[in-house]
Structure formats: structure tokens, C-alpha cells
């Protein structure tokens, strides 16, 4: 089973469309909840409340978590399969691979004639058009390995994409589980997780493009600089 799985990763390049995949929404996932953490956060800022119930701002980052993993997977999984069915359609017309070619090699392989000959009675028809019918059932239902191969793609992808935004925003409540009211320190302490976990990826995404890293965390952390002023000011 292992091996048919890096055979099927190895057909579709899986591996990298994962990578890509969880590193994007990861990082959405991180940087959604962050917009939400914001909104506590300048309610403390403003002298509204001294503190945060955690349970509430667990309960709201984890319900839109949640909502996360279950679009991402439906719609990554649908959105794959129209793609592969759209790949099919277009290699079948490239190959000329329609109804009627499939119905002229079933012809050429039931030989009405030499079946009578054989059992020395007369076959109507209707049974070869039966037969054929049948045939050509037996033949729709047999995947080729690059079908299969893109079926467990699928799979693995929505997976992927609704896994990662979920464990993205999970990975930024991990200070309000540890306390059951949270204050200014515990969302400092939050924000700065969700910096370091941007920080990993830039230098992720450095090692595999083989860019400067540095560069490629710049680019990461400005979205959260740019999320972090924007909220503050408009909210404050």
C-alpha cells in the first residue's frame, strides 16, 4: 500500500501541490484567527475589559477553524475533481476516444459468425447486442493508474487544504487553553507564536525555492505587520 502511494504521488507531482497548499493555508488559518484575536485585543486596549473569558475567544477561534477545514476540503476536493474530469475530456478528444470508436472495437471482438459456428446454433442479434452492453459496462468500471492516481491526489489535496488552515488557527489559541482569563500578556504571547510560526515558513519556503531566506520571511511578515496595524486602527 505504501508503495502504490508514492507510486501515485509520483505520477501527479503530489508532494509539491501539498506543499503548496499547506503553506498558504497555514498561513491564512494563522492570519485568520490573528484578525480575530485583534478584535479582543483592542477591547482591552480600549479599557472596555481588563481581561477575556478564554473559553470565548477559544470557542470563536476554533468555530471559525472549523469552519475552515470543512471548505476547504469540500471545496479543494470538488474543485479537484472538475479539474481532472475537465484534463480527461481534453486527452480523450487529443486521442480521439469517443462512443463510437469504443463500439467499433467491441464489434470487432464478439464475431456473431464464428460463435454460431462453434456451438452449431443460431445466436440472434439482441445478444450481441447484449454482450456488447455488457463489455462495455465491465470496461467503464476499470480505472487506469493515472485515474487512480489523481482520485488519491484528490483526497490527499482536500485533506491537506482543510487540515491546514485548521491546525493554523489552533496553533494560535494554544496560550488561551493554558489559562481561563486571558489578558493583554496571553494575546502578546499568542501574537508572537503566530510570528514565529510565519518566521518557520518563510525559511521553509527559502530552503525549497532556493532563495534567500530572509527574503522570503520579509515577505511573510509583512501581512501580519499590515494585518496588526490596519486592525488596531480601525478597531481602536
Known amino acids: 500500500m505504501f508503495e502504490r502511494a508514492k507510486t501515485y504521488a509520483r505520477i501527479t507531482k503530489l508532494w509539491g501541490i501539498a506543499r503548496r497548499y499547506f503553506v498558504n493555508n497555514f498561513y491564512d488559518g494563522m492570519l485568520t484567527v490573528l484578525g ?21 475567544v477559544i470557542l470563536t477561534g476554533v468555530g471559525s477553524s472549523i469552519s475552515m477545514l470543512i471548505s476547504g476540503m469540500s471545496g479543494s476536493y470538488l474543485s479537484e475533481r472538475a479539474e481532472q474530469k475537465k484534463i480527461k475530456e481534453e486527452l480523450n478528444r487529443a486521442m480521439v476516444i469517443n462512443d463510437s470508436y469504443e463500439e467499433e472495437v467491441i464489434e470487432d ?63 494560535a489559541l494554544i496560550p488561551f487553553f493554558l489559562v481561563s482569563t486571558a489578558d493583554l500578556s496571553i494575546f502578546i504571547i499568542s501574537f508572537f507564536i503566530i510570528l514565529f510560526c510565519i518566521i518557520l515558513l518563510g525559511v521553509f519556503l527559502g530552503m525549497i525555492s532556493k532563495e534567500s531566506i530572509i527574503k522570503n520571511i520579509f515577505q ?12 488596531i486602527f480601525l478597531l481602536s
Open 109 to 171: 471482438s464478439i464475431d456473431v459468425k464464428e460463435i454460431e459456428k462453434a456451438m452449431l446454433i443460431k445466436i440472434k442479434h439482441n445478444v450481441n447486442s447484449k454482450a456488447k452492453s455488457r463489455l462495455r459496462k465491465k470496461k467503464k468500471k476499470i480505472k487506469t493508474l493515472q485515474e487512480k492516481a489523481e482520485n488519491y491526489a484528490s483526497i490527499i489535496v482536500s485533506i491537506i487544504n482543510g487540515g491546514s488552515p485548521f491546525l493554523g488557527g489552533l496553533v
Open 220 to 231: 511573510m511578515t509583512v501581512a501580519f505587520f499590515i494585518t496588526l496595524l490596519i486592525s
Open 36 to 56: 480575530i484575536l485583534l478584535g479582543f485585543f483592542v477591547l482591552i486596549l480600549k479599557g472596555d475589559q481588563s481581561s477575556i473569558d478564554s473559553h470565548i
